[in-house]
């Protein structure tokens, strides 16, 4: 029975890109989004063709029940060994006027209690088997609140406490939970292709993408993923960032 | 009519003793706490005792329009110049086992919910005014996470990204969000008293105390909120620490 | 005998405000600066004009004992109560190529050396008085790196850690160290004036200026200052920010 | 030609299995150390027996010029790929009292105006070259500043901010400088070993050493090292932390 990666929050960005590279390097991936089941279903082929095992899971995080139930189905699979948190609650520049109390509500809920849910559906289990990986994607907002980010930067801000009190917890124990903060633009079609237009994303791809590397590459970043899941326990890292090369970090302004 | 400094979680310590300062420079204080009508009312009683004006208020924040009601009700008496945000979420050590997802989320609604809820119903008053300032009590749980802190951390670390995100948004516009983080035990009877109990509080408070000043003296603690609140618009502090002398920062070890 | 309040680095900008307020409130204040010695004792007159007691110092603090014998110097007027440590090393933006080994050393000799050596020099005599205070004007330069700013952001990120080795070992003595960083434009002919030369720093002045409060009013940040010193030691601040509330915070990028 | 990974700091430890993993992967490895030359021959020695390329270099990094010449000689060899700038300032708990101002400019040279130095000479190169990768060993004392840490902690405190404008000025032109944060104790003869005297090192590695991974082993570290240098250059990472799963977090306390 093969160890399971499950991925929570598995577009055509990050989260399809680890699921690959885990499936290619034997684990069973148990891909889990929310919605776009035909999309879901071609990622799955798409490891299976490549000789790689993977399920697809239609799952809504924020129902009551969802999360707990979808590890449970997933256990039946394989011994979840390694799980990709990749929710997050990014809705693009919203004022406070703008941002209504279900908006900022809805992004606890994805990216801070999603975690909180999952942690307590898997640790137990993981704690049971001696151990285990939580892998984070986080964002900038996590670090620092820029304005219109309320809901996002309070939702991040969160859940890397969180992070943090669970490694305090759980390390010890053999969990290693890793906050994964990227720090600029994924060249995701469905992320950053949808907040900006086919054609503006498009434009972007080709003034700053594939050629200069100037955007994150999903399967580049995937590789960080898969070695940070599998460092030895003597040399774990808790807190790292990516960003392109030609990125400035957060904390620069242009001169 | 005179400004109105509104205490939200006007409890014994920090919220009562500034409270008690602005009321004494000239402000109205309208103290707001979720129980003990009797101790509520022997504040108000105090402060007017010595000249100033108060008025108490029971609200349960976590209830639906409770903060937006009570910010109408408190405009009535005079506009609301000032609010101390001095909800908390702390809960003592619990194990990840130990949190449910409902005191999870109770942590959240007040500590972070409730600052958002609170800046939805005042900023626009503030803002049609000029300005205003919102002093948030904080917690160095919202800048590291502990074992059994995963409700506090989680709720107090996306406080202070939304605390950024306020200020990004609207110091420009006059209103000044200062996030004040305290970082040590403050003799508060009614907190840090009934979280060791009265034998033990006693205890610490003689080994460390008053005449040593090894906790943080909330009457001492109100003046640098005064002081914050009462910045030139030059030259506003968004984020300080508050410590005892003898108290080692967050981020230091016994050698 | 008064109390003493010893500048380094008393220029027109802060230096100088802190100077002239501690010295209203009652302290000696000792003015130290390289070079203008006519601007030095205008300052020292302006204080005297006004009752205060002051007195004029030149020293070159990268040379060797100057801070030491600066400090000697000073105790025989009185004994030094606080101390406003305000060398800076920003020389504006200068590439690698451009930052000599000379120029690199330099910053960190003013800046972070220059903190050790008065530390050395002064902390006996405090520690024995049973207390004393040394405020640090800091930069964003310390929190966080930017293209040219070798130089500064190495003297100042170190001069920021020694800021915390030196409460860890030495608050509970009684000896208080806050680091003050200045997270903007400050309105100081002979700092930003002379970065920007007469000219533009008055167009500055008007755009952003006098009138709208946008640049960083030197004697409006003495009052914070002025209360930092004089926190009781109960409630201690170690770091805070001060910024003009038109002015995003270094974290924070337009939308 | 071999490309080159020049190890600054080539000791038992860490410098010297991040140069048997280079060499182990197809890197010459430039073993540079300031004594022990028998101990450094041995490491050449033993890379050259498992089919290596590695050279060995005695320079003491402080004196005029060294850092400089070291460069040139080694580019001899080939260029000059990846450094790991692995000199450090640790010189256990020292009182300010006992730290003389020479120790406190000595931690500077080593572990700050080193990699200074280092920039200076080897950037041009790599800029020609069109990239190159500079990992930088880092300490918990460059986030924060304990008591008996002054110059440890100015001199990394001042690093890591120099990696920062590094990274600033030179990610852009294809050099990657990472910030790797060691937040433990590394089971290394030479330092630790040396730090504690044979038996109690013996005694620490026993009680959590090689079989409960409690230290952190220098070749499992060697692994992320490796990996940090050959992130795609759309995925890099600037700072990450390493400790054993069994170490609290530098921000952590025991509950």
Redesign the interface.
Known sequence: MKKVCLVIGAGAGIGGSVGKKFAAEGYHAALCRRSDEAGLMTMVADIESEGGSASGHLVNAVKENAIEDLVAEVEKIGPISVVLFNLGAQIG?R???D?T?KV??LG?QMA??GL??L??AV??LMTERGGGTVLVTSAT??????????SH????????????????????K?I?VAHILIDGAV?APDTLGKMLGPERYQQLREAKGLEH?????PE??A??YF?VAH???????????????????????A?
């Open positions: 520049y004022s406070l006027e941002t109390a900022f509500e606890w801070c209690f909180f849910r942690s307590k640790f137990p907002a996590a670090v620092r609140g820029n304005a219109g980010q309320h930067a309070a939702a991040m801000g969160g859940r890397r406490m969180l992070c943090q009190t669970l490694n305090a917890e759980y390390a010890a053999g290693h060249d590397d100037g955007l994150l590459l580049k970043m590789e960080t070695h460092q030895h326990r003597s040399a774990w890292t808790h807190e790292l960032d990516l960003r392109a090369f030609s990125d400035l970090a957060w904390w620069n302004h001169p």
